[in-house]
């Protein structure tokens, strides 16, 4: 080797060793108080709120930044409007190659975001939202920066909500989240992101997790919701104040999932499945007097179209019991179990099956009006577009009705029907609504079938009271249409007090009218 190559290689040697010594310098000693500067001084003029941060460190060889004990403090007053204790940041070398931002590593640990209702139009953040929306829009058609930020973790964040206006507090604490992976890049717009998501409500735990595929043709998106032991008693201050009733105790529990798609020259759809449970719910009047309680409703989605409107699923009820005031009917019933095989309430067309189980109807005194142990709705099929109703089978067992004519000449199931308000309803309007009259009511019935009922009825209002008891009452009735063309099977037996038993069977038309009926006495 020549005197002058190497020469070279020594000053070609000392201005590397110099580059690398400049930068690492920089790296790890220069740029940290730059940037914590610049970021004080930029934050604190865009925010209009103090600013304080702890430490910025800069790895320059591992592309790392983390900054420790950032706090935004309130526009008035002391305390933090928004904070973590630690934000690490791991570039990915691959960034320079793909010229695009490409981040291996987020972690927040420990934010905090303080929200104040001050009153029903503002709260601390909206000078904030003011500005941004003030701001110039960007005609710049360029596509944006391209980037791919992958596993994004927060933990340990908390979220205090101060409601001035309702003098309530909530806290959303304990909150984890992951994101594996979220881009915009062609390479990873067929890949899944994977979020999940814990929090607790107040007192309540709540747990997310889904995918999605932000950024592909499909716009496929889903979530999943896991909401344990809600106390709905928390949030009654934020119901209307003028309603008649006040919400006493209840709770929600849900296990849902919400699916998003948007494919190319089609409309969006919006899938909901899963289930939503409410239990112990109890209503009370604005004097405190019961109205509604049920101990458990049950509902299960096994496919809804929320955009379409369309949906299927069971509805189970346990133990509700409704109470009115005056002389109105009291209710209670043991259970509801109500399958809806279709439902559009676009078209406004249902069908499925329901069944009753222990209903009990009563007067306030407690005087009975009606009762059974169940009540059976089999295949039943609305239109309300052209009110046309169809039922396959109506079973009904254990029933027992009481009606009776008080002294004063009142029949008391007339006390379950509204009362009747003033038509308001101009004459003019009521006659170009006869233009738009609705089709005629069309209905048809496969079968009723009643076993084991008891109908008893009294008349108070005569000189000599009566009194009459059908015990043991049977009724089958099949093809009931309301054409009134199709002959009606019907069949019966009942005992009538302690004169023995009756047996009814035969067919009847309505139209024309005419039966054929043998009677066994």
Known sequence: MSPKTGSRLKKFGLIAFSLVVLFTLTG????????????????????????????????????????????????????TFVGFESLFVNLDVSSLAKRAVVVSEIRLEKPKFRVVRVDDNHYNFSDLVEAFAALPKSEDDSPG????????????????????????????????????????????IESFVEPAFSARIDDTQLQLKGRSKPFADSLESEVELALNDLQLTRYTDYLPRDLPFRLKSGAVDTDLKLTFRQEKNKGPSLLLAGTVGVRDISLQDKAGAAQMAFKKLDLTLSAADLFARRFAGTVLLHDLSLKEKGDAAQMVLKKLDLSLSAADLVARRFAGTASLHDLS??????????????????????????????????????????????????????????????????????????????????????????????????????????????????LTLRQLESSGTVPTELETRFRLGKKGEFKLSGTATQKPLKANLNLDL
Not at 167 to 188: C, E, G, K, V, Y
């Open 28 to 79: 790890f000693f220069i740029l940290p108080p730059v940037l914590k500067s610049l970021a004080l001084d930029k934050l604190s003029a865009t925010l209009h709120r103090p600013v304080s941060i702890g430490n910025i460190s800069i790895n320059p060889y591992k592309l790392t930044l983390k900054v420790d004990g950032l706090n935004i403090g309130e526009r008035e007053g002391e305390q």
């Open 361 to 474: 109807l009563k007067e306030k005194a407690g005087v009975a009006l009606l009762a059974f142990k169940k009540l059976d709705l089999e295949k039943f099929a609305a239109d309300l577009n052209t009110r046309r109703f169809e039922l396959e089978r109506l079973a009904l067992s254990g029933s027992e009705m009481d009606a009776r004519i008080a002294r004063d000449g009142e029949f008391n199931w007339l006390k379950l029907l509204p009362q009747e308000k003033p038509d308001a309803v101009p004459a003019k309007e009521k006659e170009g609504a006869k233009d738009k009259a609705p089709p005629p009511l069309t209905w048809k019935l496969g079968e009723l079938a009643v076993t084991d009922a008891k109908l008893r009825f009294a008349d108070e209002s005569r000189p000599e009271p009566v009194k009459l008891e059908l015990a043991d009452l049977a």
């Open 145 to 188: 920066v391209q980037f791919s930020l992958n596993n994004l973790q927060i933990s340990g964040g908390t979220v205090e909500l101060e409601d001035r206006l309702m003098r309530s507090q909530h806290t959303l604490s304990d909150i984890q989240l992951t994101l594996p992976f979220i881009s915009n890049m062609a390479f990873a």
